[in-house]
């Protein structure tokens, strides 16, 4: 239970932060699976093998996008903490798929929600550390 003004303002930064991660991560595999041509390679044409990892990446984004929320919701700082910090890893290993893609933008949008993911993780452990 959050007690005092500036825990309570920390687990509203977090939470904002890692809901705009979770939305953002389930947007780009549901456009995936909907629209592929957004996130393929420039010049790729669609599969049926593109099309089951677009399954795959929803299968993993979705749930964690449901728990997160479901996180926020409760105003769970310890699952916070935990979902947000495995959708932190999760964007850094989606910058280092865009580097490898030699795609700018899709290494430098996931880095940045990695980035600021991890920071909002930091907050919510300043709690604990009290």
Same mark, same amino acid.
Not at 8 to 23: G, W, Y
Not at 78 to 90: D, F, R, W, Y
């Given at each position: 239970?959050? =007690?005092?003004?500036?825990?309570? %303002?920390? $687990? &509203?930064?977090?939470?904002?932060?890692?809901?705009?991660?979770?939305?953002? *991560?389930?947007?780009?595999?549901? @456009?995936?699976? !909907?629209?592929?041509?957004?996130?393929?390679? @420039?010049?790729?044409? /669609? %599969? /049926? *093998?593109?099309?089951? !990892? *677009?399954?795959?990446?929803?299968? &993993? %984004?979705?749930?964690l996008a449901l728990m997160a929320l479901a996180a926020i919701y409760q105003r769970s700082p310890s699952s916070l903490k935990v979902?947000?910090? $495995?959708?932190?890893?999760?964007? !850094?290993?989606?910058? @280092?798929?865009?580097? #490898?893609?030699?795609?700018?933008?899709? =290494?430098?949008?996931?880095?940045?929600?990695? *980035?600021?993911?991890? #920071? @909002?993780?930091?907050?919510?452990?300043?709690?604990?550390?009290?």
């Amino acid at each position: 239970m959050i =007690t005092s003004s500036a825990s309570a %303002t920390r $687990l &509203r930064l977090a939470s904002a932060i890692t809901a705009l991660n979770v939305l953002v *991560a389930s947007g780009f595999s549901i @456009a995936g699976l !909907f629209k592929p041509e957004y996130v393929l390679p @420039a010049g790729s044409v /669609q %599969t /049926q *093998a593109s099309f089951i !990892f *677009a399954m795959y990446a929803a299968a &993993r %984004t979705l749930p964690l996008a449901l728990m997160a929320l479901a996180a926020i919701y409760q105003r769970s700082p310890s699952s916070l903490k935990v979902l947000g910090l $495995l959708a932190g890893l999760i964007q !850094f290993a989606d910058a @280092a798929i865009g580097l #490898y893609q030699h795609d700018i933008g899709k =290494t430098i949008g996931p880095l940045v929600l990695g *980035a600021l993911q991890m #920071y @909002a993780t930091s907050i919510l452990q300043k709690d604990q550390a009290h």
